[in-house]
Nanobody
C-alpha cells in the first residue's frame, strides 16, 4: 500500500516556474514507477511524465517535453516535477500516481493516487 501527498501547486504567471512534490508513505516506494498526470476542467486526465523506480529512465508527454523535469529521491520517498516556462494551458489539477514497473502512460494502469494540487497559470 502506498499513500501519496502532493504539494507545491499555486498561481504563477506565464513563463514562470513551479516545483511540485509528491511524498509517499511505505517502505517499497523505491520499487514503484511514479507518474504525474493532470486534469483541466472539462477535460480528461492526461499523462504528463513518469520515472522508473531507479530514476534512470523518464518519459514525457510531447506537450511538456523540454519544459518539465521529473525526478525522484528514493531516500526521501519523494518524486518531483519541476515545471518551467509555464503556459496558461498548463493550468490543471496535478496528480502523482504509483504503479509497479514498467512505465506506462495510461492513467487507469496506475494503482495509487494522491489527492491532487492545483496549478494555475495566468496570461
Amino acid at each position: 500500500q502506498v499513500q501519496l501527498v502532493e504539494s507545491g501547486g499555486g498561481l504563477v504567471q506565464a513563463g514562470g516556474s513551479l516545483k511540485l512534490s509528491c511524498a509517499a508513505s511505505g517502505r517499497t516506494f523505491s520499487t514503484y514507477t511514479m507518474g504525474w498526470f493532470r486534469q483541466a476542467p472539462g477535460k480528461e486526465r492526461e499523462f504528463v511524465a513518469a520515472i522508473r523506480w531507479s530514476g534512470d529512465s523518464t518519459y514525457y508527454a510531447d506537450s511538456v517535453k523540454g519544459r518539465f523535469t521529473i525526478s525522484r529521491d528514493n531516500a526521501k520517498n519523494t518524486v518531483y516535477l519541476q515545471m518551467n516556462s509555464l503556459k496558461p494551458e498548463d493550468t490543471a489539477v496535478y496528480y502523482c500516481a504509483a504503479r509497479r514497473p514498467p512505465i506506462v502512460v495510461v492513467s487507469t494502469r496506475y494503482d495509487y493516487w494522491g489527492q491532487g494540487t492545483q496549478v494555475t497559470v495566468s496570461s
